[in-house]
């Protein structure tokens, strides 16, 4: 192990990331003492599955299950459990990591405890991005909030929900399969700065046969009115409704490493292998990492997993760890359409089909490299194919 001995690892924070960081480190050798420490009661579990399966019924469909890519939790079980962790760490749950102090290696707990270390992987996330303080406004980042958010469309409530990206579209289409009337607020078309214009498209067409209505918009508050809250669009057109959902964003959390000025901007810049300096590692939804675009946080689970992965390895063996070479790997579901996308989207124009073809119906699709620098990107639409065929298909032509 490179940078002297290593006999005491600590994980901060308890998501897929951190919980893929802890598997790889015992499986590159670690056999020290490791503490995971997540802010949540919760043991890690799929977060995916809370816009989908979990907001309806709770049960997964078992697609994609074992594919390392979080599509279900496999048959019979609920969609947003994983299996027990194996990496035999110590976890602390329910406490939050409130300071780090790299000169002294220490990070620093919200319940006085102070965990000293050799290696630290910084693995905290991020939150939603709110419009208001106000209580009225709901949002679904973790577990507690699909939950509630479930229990409160068992009652048929009007909705209006806040932002057209994939999360937002994902909550309209679980609130209009549980019989809510729904209003989604958008900038512009859904979907169109994630996917582009033409499966953006489909998906919006779909979206409207199942009854739900658009709002495009340049930018919408929540504001109170009396004793509700009501959506104030810049046009000044009110929507009001008994339930308001927003999903416009995330926010690292990254505040508890103000004195250590490792996120300046919000995010934490890494390497190639994902370690901000030889003993410290940052993965997931708080990580810069360099793409063929410059550097981005790519809030996905498959990014979280891959970089997880080469970090864990790399604050083991440093540089004799091969870089990370990631491959963006998207997919949601939504008003009866299934989507998996590899590469990096969104793309103009229309595909090419190796299978099937316009109009929604079941197709496998992609596009070319546009400017040498992206690669190619493919698309299965409803349509059942394993993920390394998927990833083949992007693969430059010999």
Request: aromatic share 4%; charged share 20%.
């Amino acid at each position: 192990m490179s940078g002297g001995t290593v006999d005491r690892v600590v994980v901060v924070g308890n998501g897929i990331a951190g919980l893929t960081a802890a598997d790889t480190l015992r499986e590159a050798g670690f056999d020290g003492e490791l503490t995971v420490v997540g802010d949540e009661p919760h043991p890690a579990y799929s977060r995916p599955a809370l816009s989908k399966a979990l907001l309806l019924d709770g049960e997964g469909d078992g697609d994609g299950a074992g594919d390392g890519d979080g599509e279900g939790a496999g048959s019979g079980t609920a969609a947003h459990e994983l299996p027990p962790a194996g990496h035999g760490a110590t976890e602390l749950l329910g406490v939050r990591a409130t300071g780090l102090s790299l000169d002294r290696r220490l990070v620093t707990l919200d319940d006085g405890t102070a965990l000293p270390y050799d290696r630290l992987v910084l693995a905290t996330g991020s939150r939603a991005r709110r419009l208001s303080g106000l209580p009225e406004e709901l949002t679904l980042r973790g577990l507690d909030d699909a939950l509630s958010l479930r229990s409160r469309l068992a009652g048929r409530p009007s909705v209006v929900v806040i932002g057209g990206g994939p999360l937002g579209m994902e909550i309209a289409s679980g609130c209009l399969a549980a019989g809510c009337r729904v209003t989604l607020v958008s900038q512009g078309m859904p979907l169109t700065a994630q996917l582009g214009p033409y499966l953006a498209g489909v998906f919006v067409k779909a979206a409207l046969d199942q009854g739900l209505t658009i709002v495009e918009t340049g930018s919408a508050r929540i504001e109170r009115r009396g004793e509700s809250a009501r959506v104030v669009l810049d046009e000044g057109a009110v929507l009001e409704a008994e339930m308001l959902v927003s999903a416009v964003g995330d926010i690292p959390n990254t505040e508890w490493l103000a004195e250590t000025g490792l996120a300046p901007k919000g995010a934490v810049t890494v390497d190639s292998r994902g370690l901000v300096r030889p003993d410290v590692a940052a993965v997931g939804d708080l990580a810069a990492f360099p793409t063929p675009h410059g550097l981005r946080r790519v809030p996905f689970w498959s990014s979280a997993i891959e970089q997880a992965k080469t970090a864990a390895r790399a604050l083991l063996h440093g540089d004799d760890t091969p870089p990370l070479r990631f491959q963006p790997y998207f997919w949601t579901e939504q008003f009866g359409l299934s989507l998996k996308a590899v590469g990096y989207l969104p793309r103009d124009g229309e595909p090419a089909y190796a299978d099937g073809g316009p109009g929604g119906g079941p197709a496998l699709m992609s596009w070319p490299d546009e400017d040498g620098a992206g690669g190619r990107a493919a698309a299965a639409l409803n349509y059942r194919i394993p993920i390394p065929r998927l990833r083949r298909m992007t693969a430059p032509a010999s």
